[in-house]
């Protein structure tokens, strides 16, 4: 089985990751740690990415061209878009496009020029499998965040979703921004800001590639508050259980 690339968003989540990891060792490249271990049986490097989609595509081609991978898997955060995408929620992606990508008149706006599209898919039986994951431990949110969690947040009946999301270099945190996202792409789910860098390069050289964010904010004016809380309480524990159920024995 080939080997796998986790790459987190997140700082907590690339801990809560490390420590389902117990023989890693770590390997500095471009200025960044690569940990190299095993998750159960499988052959796995951790890192983090960093923010941003150059400091993503810069992750992903290392950990192609210098480590090897099969195939990566994103886990991070994301604001919600489409009203259904709520705080708490899990989304799956289906495709990444960039929304801050506007080459016109040359090119049609989000178009990446030379490419002649603006979505770049992820692997569907790798996102069935963490959209499967998602569930099972959505499903027991309460489980796996502890009541106190489940309450500050008013974190009931969290959903997992499936569809595009959408990145760019800004973190949206105006309630104008966001609808404005929302009517030029109606079709996006989420909002962040690596996704589709990860995409593009994995499509560039035929690695299958799943993503899956958690909702952290609704990319308005509320957006900064609480967040590294919820990241630290919500989004690195779903990770790390949604990843031990992707990565436990077949
Ligand atoms: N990641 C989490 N929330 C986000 C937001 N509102 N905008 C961009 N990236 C995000």
New binding site residues.
Partial sequence: MSRIGIVAAMHQELAAVLERMPDEQRLVVAGRDFWVGHWHDRDVVAVLSRVGKVAAATTATVLIERFGVGQIVFT????GLAEQVRVGDVVVADGFVQHDMDASPLFPRFEVPLYGRARFGTDRTLSQRLASAAQAVLSNARQTLGADAVAEFDLHGPRVHSGLIISGD????TTLESVALRQALPEALA???EGAAVAQVCHDFGVPFAALRTI??R?DDV?HID?MRFIDQVASRYSAAILESYFSPL
């Fill in positions: 991070g955060a994301a604001g800004r973190f949206v945190a909002v962040e800001m952290s904010d990319a957006a967040f």
